[in-house]
């Protein structure tokens, strides 16, 4: 888990302790592309951690989201998910399922920029998030109404 080193350097850099359960959950989002939630995240590490606790889990995403290493989608209409994508980008949620996908929207810089030279106000960090049914939804809908 050497790669992990500069993430701890920002840990300690922020005043918080480094430990294993931290770097477990950290690690766990770093490697997700499911945008999880702490009941997720900790029903699939529990099993190979057995001392891990729900609430460690939920303290470690508060931690984690206040130095700025994972971001808390606030999923709209469930639990609160996490992504260990740090980088600016956009999301879509399927409002059936609850499936999130990242997007990478081209010329949202621009979009941005604009905006800045537009109001004069400065964006430190933005979110574009969209919803509607995802690939998997959109069949089955289909398929439900040609049953009928």
Same mark, same amino acid.
């Given at each position: 888990?050497?790669?992990?080193?500069?993430?701890?350097?920002?840990?300690?850099q922020a005043?918080?302790?480094?430990?294993?359960?931290?770097?477990?959950?950290?690690?766990?989002?770093?490697?997700?592309?499911?945008?999880?939630?702490?009941?997720?995240?900790?029903?699939?590490?529990?099993?190979?951690?057995?001392t891990i606790?729900?609430?460690?889990?939920?303290?470690?995403?508060?931690?984690?989201?206040?130095? @700025?290493? +994972?971001? *808390? %989608?606030?999923? &709209? =209409?469930?639990? $609160?998910?996490?992504?260990?994508? !740090?980088? /600016?980008?956009?999301?879509?949620?399927?409002?059936?399922? @609850?499936? +999130?996908? *990242? %997007?990478?929207? &081209? =010329?949202?810089? $621009?979009?941005?920029?604009?905006? !800045?030279? /537009?109001?004069?106000?400065?964006?430190?960090?933005?979110?574009?998030?969209?919803?509607? %049914?995802?690939?998997?939804?959109?069949?089955?809908?289909?398929?439900?109404?040609?049953?009928?």
């Amino acid at each position: 888990m050497k790669y992990l080193e500069p993430y701890i350097e920002q840990l300690k850099q922020a005043g918080f302790k480094v430990t294993h359960q931290r770097l477990v959950i950290l690690d766990y989002l770093l490697h997700s592309r499911e945008h999880p939630s702490a009941e997720m995240i900790y029903a699939d590490l529990r099993q190979r951690y057995p001392t891990i606790s729900l609430a460690t889990v939920y303290n470690t995403l508060e931690m984690l989201s206040k130095v @700025g290493l +994972v971001v *808390d %989608l606030g999923a &709209p =209409g469930e639990r $609160r998910r996490f992504d260990g994508i !740090v980088s /600016e980008h956009s999301h879509y949620f399927c409002t059936e399922c @609850g499936k +999130v996908k *990242d %997007l990478n929207l &081209p =010329g949202a810089e $621009r979009v941005l920029s604009k905006l !800045v030279q /537009e109001t004069n106000l400065p964006v430190t960090r933005y979110r574009i998030d969209f919803f509607g %049914l995802c690939e998997e939804c959109q069949q089955n809908a289909v398929e439900k109404a040609s049953s009928n």
